[in-house]
């Protein structure tokens, strides 16, 4: 099903239809067109043909109030002619893909190309007596004819290393794919909605919801299907997601009753009947359009993806609520919809076009060293003709040197980089999984360690969420536990028992423990569970009064929301006239009381001078106790004349008090434990909530967010924007940073105040180091700060769609001690890849320096091609699975985060780099130059065209492997810890992979042969390479006991980059704007330009260092040239033709003749 294409889903759809169209009374096609309809003309519709919203129940043989039977033999039936809530998922990129797209590498190419030739050319030969005599020098010392048979080999075996490698690479990237595609179906079973099935309320996975279900929608759902609305209580609905007005839009069943799949509930609650749904729903419609599964769109795709990159990111959240989500969207969710790149690879692809670069100059003139050095040999020193029938033997050499440049390449680029990235992130996530948090953006993983502030909820992130009544004050008299009904006046408690049972959402309710001897179980809106605790503390059962009065005879609901902070709802009378409930936020609602119920239940006045006293008396010292204080209160009116029900300020108004209730809302046991490890990772965690200052500042304190005798803020909305804002009502940046530093606890805040504090904290430079903020919310209105941060945790229990929908992680327990757990895993990311990093570079550096001065020296590089291949698999693949998938520690919340701009190599890894790749060098020339010496074999230094393989070179080859073996053991510790060895058991991959390599290095030396150019060894020799080995975690302890201090050129590199690093994110998003723009454009001939363009950039810089400018020349130097490039990239863009590649040729010098002074030698 899952791969369907749309069309065949038509198809069987269509089928289906004129089967079963006579069982129900209405088609798909019809429910569909229905569907199209808005407003009135929908209203006219739905009277005209099917007699109002009843009559559709009845055709689609569903009951409005009890809903579908729930028989399963209906259900199946409702599947196959309506169809299932799926939108079916673009089929997976299947591993031969995946294959094709790891060949497409450049540097594979080319040694593909290089191998074919030299395979080619192995087979010729020459005519003539003997090789020798006729080529010269060139053709000499081929021993014998088997020899020589063996040429085909190299290439062959270089041809047979690319395929592993390409396999390996495909492999890599099908199982990120598969887990992408869980994750995916794991966020999509985490959506579940409401429904009612045989007159029970269920919750029900989206995907099984069917045509003819009624479904509950609340506040802050996502809806997961189209519908009609049966009863509304002030619905309004944010239809921006289809239709792109970002206005509200009322809906009510007489006016306008047409619901739509992918809009969001932002007020009210009501019932709806699910009409289409699945391809079927208005959205699935716009999502077939876009071609969601059809093979034809993808030819069409490239050109269209431009124009429907709004649209796929309008539609987002649905997807994720219906069905599959193409692996495509998420990536360009990951890069697009996110804030710019993530931090850390912002900072990889950085350093891997640099390291890249070096490369690509180092091969370049090693296969100029060599061509040049063979050519003057040969026809010049020795004089010898270029005969025609030698031709293909010296380019055979001219193939041979070619390869061994290439090999350089391959070493020194780091594609393990990213690798290593995605393997550390898909390891994370699915771990982070089990630690309660679900990742919807694999970057927000690695954001998370570098947090430096935390805006957190209060309420079920640093509480439980299980709300309890424990005092309350009524008939003027303050009870510090919940009395007994028979003290309480028989008219005070009626009004509250009816006030608390009607004036609640019918769908919070108290049920029955799960297990013997249990809590109650409370489902729905917690503050309310509290208050109908209240209920059945006092002896007194709220159902009753529900079945008397149900929803649909509720005359006027006025639902909560963030402005009032009040939940009001009218009943009428038996009289005629009506009777107003009111609860809300104590301060908010006793404001507008004018009586108040004295002893016996009768109403007086409630003067001013009472209500201040009554806030000093009772609600300071409840909320001081951390108790959140609510008021409940009612108001009669007369039937005649009916009152404006829109005049929200006068019906609010002159209400009299019942009652004020304290409801205690306990600290989660670990948070407290949890707070403190933040405070000591350097985490500053700020309380965010809607409650009363008192209530906040008291939880506050005992979460340890704040200590007695500290300096802090603790402030309300109002106190917050009036010193932040001017006197325009601007919010100012500079007033800003005087207040978030201190603020620790914000109370009484606005979805606005969360956003503007969040943003004012990212924005901030007055501290050293640049803010990263995650922040927690689980509101609909949290939704925008949620975006705003570098990191989003929506709450799985209690969050509503709408905050999922904007956050990067889903807390699946609500439980702030999470939280910790993700930035343990974030620190973790972000060591794993320095390990990596720290390993990889000082492979790098020394395989490319020992092929580079052997090929000069030697004319032969000492690591073969087939060599270089299996060092660079060992190097990028294993390794990056050993090192990125290190389990997390404690220790990791033991330092303070890196922050934005801290160098991704620091001075420690480059002692480490720098030492152990001088060790390695001074090993591998002494065996290369005096090693026939020392082990007393012949020299393989030299060796003429197919040369058998060389004891010498063999123990060079396998020496430079167990000193790579050995310093992996090293890089698993990157601060200059003692032991590498802690912890080593606890990573059995990691311990699988050096033992296994170590197994595959035997096979490949002993039995090796030809194609790995290797000669069997000798135990004692093997114990020399394993000795030397070993010596890298002696020379490690050595490394370590070096102070960094001394090494003062560190420190300064690692300050150049991050004076260079400042800069380069002001650019940061001008360059994704055009990344993408190019992405679609002629890729080669761009990344022709945009190589040029680099290349010059680095000129201008090794120009401006070398003149002695100051760093800050530099930096301006290159945000100059950085904007000059990209200007450039845009041109060329624009015009690719010769015109613009002269520029991009000219000018580097112009550019440096511009900026760089007068002295400065040009290159």
Same mark, same amino acid.
């Given at each position: 099903?899952?791969? #369907?294409?749309?069309?065949?889903? +038509?198809?069987? %759809?269509?089928?289906?239809?004129?089967?079963?169209?006579?069982?129900?009374?209405?088609?798909? #096609?019809?429910?569909?067109?229905?569907?199209?309809?808005?407003?009135?003309?929908?209203?006219?519709?739905?009277?005209?043909?099917?007699?109002?919203?009843?009559?559709?129940?009845?055709?689609?043989?569903?009951?409005?109030?009890?809903?579908?039977?729930?028989?399963?033999n209906d259900l199946d039936k409702r599947k196959e002619i309506f169809g299932k809530n799926l939108i079916p998922p673009k089929k997976p990129k299947t591993f031969l893909q995946l294959v094709w797209e790891a060949l497409q590498d450049v540097t594979l190419i080319i040694l593909e190309i290089a191998a074919l030739i030299s395979l080619g050319l192995s087979f010729y030969h020459p005519p003539g007596e003997s090789n020798g005599e006729s080529c010269g020098a060139a053709g000499g010392g081929v021993e014998d004819?088997?020899?020589?048979?063996?040429?085909?080999?190299?290439?062959?075996?270089?041809?047979?290393?690319?395929?592993?490698?390409?396999?390996?690479?495909?492999?890599?990237?099908?199982?990120?794919?598969?887990?992408?595609?869980?994750?995916?179906?794991?966020?999509?079973?985490?959506?579940?909605?409401?429904?009612?099935?045989?007159?029970?309320?269920?919750?029900?996975?989206?995907?099984?919801i069917l045509v003819g279900d009624i479904a509950q929608i609340k506040y802050g759902d996502l809806l997961p299907a189209d519908g009609v609305l049966i009863q509304g209580n002030d619905l309004k609905i944010d239809e921006s997601s289809l239709t792109g007005e970002s206005d509200h839009v009322k809906k009510c069943v007489d006016k306008d009753p047409m619901l739509l799949s992918g809009t969001h509930v932002m007020e009210g609650s009501g019932r709806m009947l699910v009409t289409a749904i699945g391809v079927n729903s208005q959205t699935g419609i716009i999502f077939t359009l876009l071609g969601a599964g059809t093979e034809e769109e993808e030819k069409k795709e490239k050109k269209v993806k431009k124009q429907d990159g709004a649209a796929a990111m309008e539609m987002q959240p649905l997807k994720s609520a219906e069905g599959g989500e193409s692996d495509e969207k998420e990536k360009k969710k990951v890069s697009g919809s996110k804030k710019e790149k993530s931090v850390l690879q912002g900072k990889l692809t950085k350093?891997?076009?640099?390291?890249?670069?070096?490369?690509?100059?180092?091969?370049?003139?090693?296969?100029?060293?060599?061509?040049l050095y063979f050519a003057i040999d040969n026809f010049v020193m020795q004089k010898n003709p270029w005969m025609p029938e030698c031709t293909p033997i010296y380019i055979q050499y001219f193939v041979k040197f070619f390869i061994i440049g290439v090999t350089v390449l391959v070493v020194a680029v780091p594609e393990g980089l990213p690798l290593a990235v995605t393997i550390s992130l898909a390891y994370s996530v699915k771990k982070m999984m089990k630690d309660n948090n679900l990742v919807r953006h694999l970057d927000a993983c690695e954001t998370m360690g570098n947090a430096t502030a935390i805006c957190s909820d209060k309420t079920g992130t640093l509480t439980t969420n299980r709300m309890t009544a424990v005092q309350f004050y009524i008939g003027d008299v303050h009870y510090k536990e919940i009395p007994d009904p028979g003290a309480l006046s028989h008219k005070s408690l009626d009004l509250l028992v009816n006030s608390i049972s009607i004036n609640s959402a019918y769908t919070t309710k108290i049920l029955p423990p799960d297990k013997e001897g249990g809590l109650p179980k409370q489902v729905g809106n917690k503050t309310e569970c509290g208050l109908l605790g209240l209920v059945i503390d006092l002896k007194r059962d709220y159902q009753p009064i529900r079945n008397q009065i149900p929803e649909?005879?509720?005359?006027?609901? +006025?639902?909560? &929301?963030?402005?009032?902070?009040? #939940?009001?709802?009218?009943?009428?009378?038996?009289?005629?006239?009506?009777?107003?409930?009111?609860?809300?936020a104590s301060e908010i609602v006793l404001k507008k009381c004018s009586h108040i119920l004295n002893e016996v239940g009768e109403p007086r006045v409630f003067r001013?001078?009472?209500?201040?006293?009554?806030?000093?008396?009772?609600?300071?010292?409840?909320?001081?106790?951390?108790?959140?204080?609510?008021?409940?209160? +009612?108001?009669?009116?007369?039937?005649?004349?009916?009152?404006?029900?829109?005049?929200?300020?006068?019906? =609010? &108004?002159?209400?009299?008090?019942?009652?004020?209730?304290?409801i205690e809302d306990p600290v989660r046991p670990e948070v407290p434990d949890a707070i403190k490890k933040c405070q000591r990772a350097g985490i500053t965690v700020r309380m965010v909530t809607g409650d009363n200052i008192n209530t906040a500042r008291a939880i506050a304190i005992k979460c340890g967010i704040i200590h007695p005798g500290e300096d802090f803020l603790c402030i309300d909305g109002k106190e917050f924007n009036r010193r932040i804002r001017n006197e325009k009502g601007e919010v100012e940046q500079e007033r800003m940073d005087k207040v978030w530093p201190k603020l620790r606890v914000l109370a009484r805040s606005s979805p606005t105040d969360k956003h503007t504090l969040v943003k004012g904290i990212i924005d901030s430079t007055a501290t050293d180091q640049r803010q990263v903020v995650a922040v927690t919310g689980d509101g609909t209105n949290d939704g925008p700060a949620l975006k705003k941060a570098d990191v989003g945790f929506a709450m799985g229990i209690a969050g509503t769609d709408v905050a999922k929908e904007a956050s990067d992680i889903i807390l699946t327990d609500d439980n702030f001690s999470s939280i910790v757990k993700a930035v343990m895993w974030g620190r973790n990311v972000y060591d794993s890849i320095s390990k990596f990093l720290q390993f990889q570079l000082t492979v790098n550096v020394v395989a490319v320096i020992v092929a580079f001065t052997g090929a000069c020296i030697t004319q032969?590089?000492? =690591?073969?091609?087939?060599?270089?291949?299996?060092? %660079?698999?060992?190097?990028?693949?294993?390794?990056?699975?050993?090192?990125?998938?290190?389990?997390?520690?404690?220790? =990791?919340?033991?330092?303070?985060?890196y922050g934005r701009n801290k160098p991704l190599i620091s001075s420690t #890894?480059?002692?480490?780099?720098?030492?152990?790749?001088?060790?390695?060098?001074?090993?591998?020339?002494?065996?290369?130059?005096?090693?026939?010496?020392?082990?007393?074999?012949?020299?393989?230094? &030299?060796?003429? =065209?197919?040369?058998?393989?060389?004891?010498? +070179?063999?123990?060079?080859? &396998?020496?430079?492997v167990m000193m790579q073996l050995f310093n992996e053991i090293n890089a698993r510790k990157i601060h200059g810890e003692r032991n590498v060895f802690d912890g080593i058991f606890r990573n059995p991959i990691f311990c699988t992979i050096v033992f296994g390599t170590f197994a595959m290095q035997i096979v490949i030396v002993q039995f090796g042969g030809k194609p790995f150019s290797c000669q069997p060894l000798e135990l004692e020799k093997w114990m020399w390479c394993v000795f030397l080995g070993l010596g890298e975690l002696v020379w490690g302890q050595v490394i370590a006991s070096v102070p960094n201090s001394k090494l003062r050129f560190l420190r300064r590199a690692g300050q150049l980059t991050r004076k260079d690093d400042l800069p380069e994110e002001d650019n940061n998003e001008d360059n994704e704007e055009i990344d993408h723009a190019e992405r679609e454009l002629r890729r080669g001939q761009i990344l022709w330009f945009r190589g040029l363009n680099r290349i010059q950039t680095q000129i201008d810089v090794v120009n401006t260092f070398k003149s002695g400018?100051?760093?800050?020349?530099?930096?301006?130097?290159?945000?100059?040239?950085?904007?000059?490039?990209?200007?450039?990239?845009v041109t060329n863009v624009s015009s690719p033709s010769h015109v613009s590649l002269s520029n991009a040729l000219s000018s580097p010098t112009s550019t440096t003749a511009a900026t760089a002074p007068p002295t400065s030698g040009q290159c």
């Open positions: 099903m899952g791969d #369907m294409s749309n069309s065949d889903f +038509y198809a069987k %759809n269509q089928r289906n239809e004129e089967n079963h169209a006579a069982s129900f009374g209405c088609s798909v #096609m019809e429910l569909r067109s229905l569907m199209e309809l808005r407003g009135p003309e929908a209203v006219i519709k739905l009277q005209e043909d099917y007699t109002g919203v009843e009559g559709l129940c009845k055709r689609l043989k569903t009951s409005p109030t009890e809903g579908l039977s729930g028989d399963q004819e088997g020899e020589a048979d063996a040429g085909w080999i190299e290439g062959a075996a270089i041809l047979l290393s690319v395929v592993c490698v390409v396999l390996v690479t495909a492999f890599n990237d099908w199982s990120k794919e598969k887990q992408f595609r869980g994750l995916q179906s794991r966020i999509e079973q985490e959506q579940k909605f409401q429904v009612v099935r045989g007159s029970q309320v269920v919750q029900l996975p989206v995907s099984d350093l891997a076009v640099q390291i890249g670069k070096a490369g690509l100059l180092m091969s370049a003139v090693t296969v100029i060293i060599l061509v649909d005879r509720l005359y006027k609901v +006025y639902t909560f &929301n963030s402005v009032r902070k009040s #939940m009001s709802t009218v009943t009428q009378l038996p009289d005629g006239s009506f009777r107003m409930y009111s609860k809300g001013p001078r009472d209500k201040d006293e009554m806030v000093k008396k009772v609600i300071e010292p409840m909320a001081c106790e951390g108790l959140r204080t609510i008021c409940v209160a +009612y108001r009669d009116f007369s039937g005649d004349p009916e009152p404006a029900w829109d005049d929200e300020s006068s019906i =609010l &108004n002159d209400l009299t008090a019942i009652c004020v209730v304290g032969d590089s000492p =690591l073969k091609a087939v060599q270089m291949l299996w060092v %660079n698999l060992i190097m990028d693949t294993f390794a990056s699975l050993a090192l990125a998938t290190e389990p997390p520690t404690e220790s =990791l919340l033991r330092r303070k985060p #890894m480059t002692k480490n780099i720098l030492g152990h790749g001088v060790y390695q060098l001074i090993i591998i020339f002494t065996l290369l130059f005096a090693g026939e010496k020392i082990f007393d074999i012949d020299s393989g230094r &030299n060796a003429p =065209l197919h040369a058998p393989p060389s004891e010498h +070179y063999t123990i060079i080859f &396998n020496t430079f400018t100051s760093f800050q020349g530099a930096g301006a130097l290159r945000r100059q040239s950085s904007t000059t490039s990209q200007t450039q990239d």
